[in-house]
C-alpha cells in the first residue's frame, strides 16, 4: 500500500527530503505522495520516514485506494532502484 498524506498536513517541509524514493512532492495545497514511487520505505528502512519525521498525528496514512501487499512493495522498490 502507497501512503497518502491528509489534508492535516501543514506544509512543513519535514516529510519531502526524507523520502528515499522521491515519492513526494508540492502539490496545488499540501504535500504528495506518488503511489508509483511510495513504497512505505520498504527496501531503505523499517518503518516509513515520513510517518516518523510528520509532526501531525495521522497525517500520513496507508492509501486506500493503493492496496499492495510487501511482496509488491519490495517489486517496485527493485524496479526504481534499477536492480531488476
Known sequence: ????????????DMCDP???????????????????KCTE???????????SVCPITNCIIIDPGNVETEDMLM???VTLQGFA
Open 1 to 12: 500500500m502507497a501512503l497518502l498524506i491528509t489534508e492535516k498536513c501543514i506544509n512543513c
Open 18 to 36: 526524507e523520502c528515499p524514493n522521491e515519492a513526494i512532492t508540492f502539490g496545488a495545497e499540501i504535500y504528495e505522495i506518488d503511489p508509483d
Open 41 to 51: 520505505c520498504i527496501g531503505h528502512y523499517e518503518k516509513p520516514t515520513c510517518q
Open 75 to 77: 517489486e517496485k522498490f
